[in-house]
């Protein structure tokens, strides 16, 4: 039980940090719909998307290797961090070369030349933020982890506020508000585990720099492919709509992130948990048992989610913004299979397979471009979520196919497709009926459908997470 208890311990510890940082988004939503337009929130959100696709080109998505190898007991933890720096600040340099040429840029009303200065900043400080987050992960300092997503959370609050409400900044302000709150972060990092400590002038391990680079070299075409999954359909409803229409189906993208919350708080200590347990007698059982609890935590909230859509829409956004319920729904299918996926991806991190990690993103990015060009046209918004839930399913069956050469999880697929179609089933009712108490009736009838068909992994994640912390309770 060792194993269970170490998973739950990590857990918590990853949930006091996470679950700050990841609702911020949600703190933050009513104030920054307030403060900006549909259309300057939508071309925020593309600079950040920008961003979020250009650091792992930069820095050759090194901070992922940075994970990895420090797990390793046997690694020398200064000869990882240092790979990581160089790796970190080579990549940059020659991202300056590039930066002219991609300042011309355009996507319809959306000139990336606009925002260079921005972008340039953001890509090396949250580079840098990257790679000391997943070094001191790895690294055991799970706790200072944890610290730093609440200090991340109050300090994007307070420049947020100062810059949108005192400084009235606009979209350059919203951008430096979370460059200024990575930059507090890469600080902090270094004055609590001295991190500068694990750099070395010379004297690296023969052959770590081909090994970290070998491992996440194949992860930054992987990043892309899911960037085109998450992200590119952002792009394309601007251009085939415009930048408003852009802002809704970005806010709407907001409320799906209760499910990533749930989820990332668990993966982020199950990554630890798959790494150190997956050369022990009974792997299977261990994946089988814990994957069969995170689904069934995920598909339960998912469910709530879309019962609840429209209220959280109305809380969370400005009246300008209520429209984008409309695409939450289907938004939060795509989103539960988008957890699912990551859960199975922790099979070639721990395998050290990152080349199949890109292979079968690869399919999935395939169909969401394919599907967004026909789609999108048709039917609108929509179009795009439709084509992101067909790309994560395309890439659960390819990668539940795939991993079975390394480990056999039983996924209880008849049980999965009854929660599927829960989710599919409350999706079309709450956007055929869209209001009455009829329809609330319904879903909410669905809801406690998915709680009974989750009744025992939710029993279970509860008592794995809750029990500790009880116990601890009654010992003081």
């Known amino acids: 039980m060792d194993k269970y208890k170490k998973l739950a311990s990590n857990t918590i510890i990853f949930a006091i940090g996470t679950f700050s940082s990841k609702a911020l988004s949600f703190l933050l939503m009513p104030f920054v719909t307030r403060m900006m337009t549909t259309g300057d929130y939508g071309v925020a959100d593309l600079i950040q998307q920008t961003v979020n696709v250009l650091i792992p080109i930069v820095t050759l998505q090194v901070n992922s290797a940075a994970l990895r190898f420090s797990l390793d007991n046997a690694a020398d933890k200064r000869d990882v961090f240092t790979v990581g720096v160089r790796t970190t600040l080579a990549g940059f340099t020659v991202f300056m070369l590039f930066a002219y040429p991609i300042s011309f840029i355009k996507i319809n009303d959306f000139r990336i030349g606009d925002y260079i200065l921005l972008i340039i900043l953001f890509v090396l400080v949250s580079g840098f933020r990257q790679l000391c987050q997943q070094f001191v992960r790895g690294s055991g300092h799970v706790k200072t982890f944890a610290i730093d997503g609440i200090i991340a959370t109050a300090t994007t609050l307070l420049f947020t506020f100062l810059f949108l409400a005192v400084f009235k900044w606009g979209i350059t302000g919203y951008i430096l508000a979370i460059i200024a709150s990575d930059a507090c972060s890469v600080i902090f990092f270094t004055v609590t585990v001295k991190l500068h400590k694990y750099i070395k002038p010379r004297g690296l391990t023969k052959g770590i720099t081909g090994q970290m680079l070998k491992y996440c070299i194949p992860l930054i075409p992987t990043v892309i492919l899911w960037w085109i999954i998450n992200v590119s359909d952002r792009y394309m409803v601007t251009y085939f709509i415009d930048s408003s229409a852009n802002g809704l189906y970005t806010a709407a993208s907001k409320i799906p992130n209760f499910v990533i919350l749930f989820s990332q708080i668990f993966i982020d200590a199950w990554q630890l948990s798959a790494v150190d347990e997956y050369d022990s007698e009974g792997r299977a059982e261990f994946f089988t048992k814990v994957f069969r609890v995170y689904s069934g935590g995920v598909?339960?909230?998912?469910?709530?989610?879309?019962?609840?859509?429209?209220?959280?829409?109305?809380?969370?956004?400005?009246?300008?913004?209520?429209?984008?319920?409309?695409?939450?729904?289907?938004?939060?299918?795509?989103?539960?299979?988008?957890?699912?996926?990551?859960?199975?991806?922790?099979?070639?991190?721990?395998?050290?397979?990152?080349?199949?990690?890109?292979?079968?993103?690869?399919?999935?990015?395939?169909?969401?471009?394919?599907?967004?060009?026909?789609?999108?046209?048709?039917?609108?918004?929509?179009?795009?979520?439709?084509?992101?839930?067909?790309?994560?399913?395309?890439?659960?069956?390819?990668?539940?196919?795939?991993?079975?050469?390394?480990?056999?999880?039983?996924?209880?697929?008849?049980?999965?497709?009854?929660?599927?179609?829960?989710?599919?089933?409350?999706?079309?009712?709450?956007?055929?009926?869209?209001?009455?108490?009829?329809?609330?009736?319904?879903?909410?009838?669905?809801?406690?459908?998915?709680?009974?068909?989750?009744?025992?992994?939710?029993?279970?994640?509860?008592?794995?997470?809750?029990?500790?912390?009880?116990?601890?309770?009654?010992?003081?």
């Open 299 to 476: 598909f339960a909230v998912a469910s709530a989610l879309i019962l609840f859509c429209q209220l959280f829409t109305k809380i969370l956004v400005a009246p300008s913004y209520y429209d984008s319920w409309k695409y939450v729904p289907i938004l939060i299918i795509a989103t539960t299979y988008s957890c699912i996926v990551n859960f199975m991806a922790s099979v070639y991190m721990a395998e050290k397979k990152s080349t199949m990690s890109l292979v079968t993103a690869m399919s999935g990015a395939v169909t969401n471009f394919v599907l967004n060009l026909v789609l999108i046209p048709k039917i609108g918004a929509n179009g795009a979520a439709v084509a992101t839930v067909c790309a994560f399913l395309v890439v659960f069956v390819t990668r539940g196919t795939n991993i079975r050469k390394y480990i056999k999880i039983d996924y209880k697929l008849p049980v999965m497709l009854a929660e599927t179609a829960v989710l599919i089933l409350q999706s079309c009712l709450m956007l055929y009926m869209q209001k009455g108490v009829i329809l609330y009736v319904i879903e909410s009838v669905l809801l406690c459908v998915m709680l009974l068909i989750n009744f025992k992994p939710i029993k279970e994640l509860l008592t794995l997470l809750l029990g500790k912390f009880l116990k601890r309770g009654k010992k003081q």
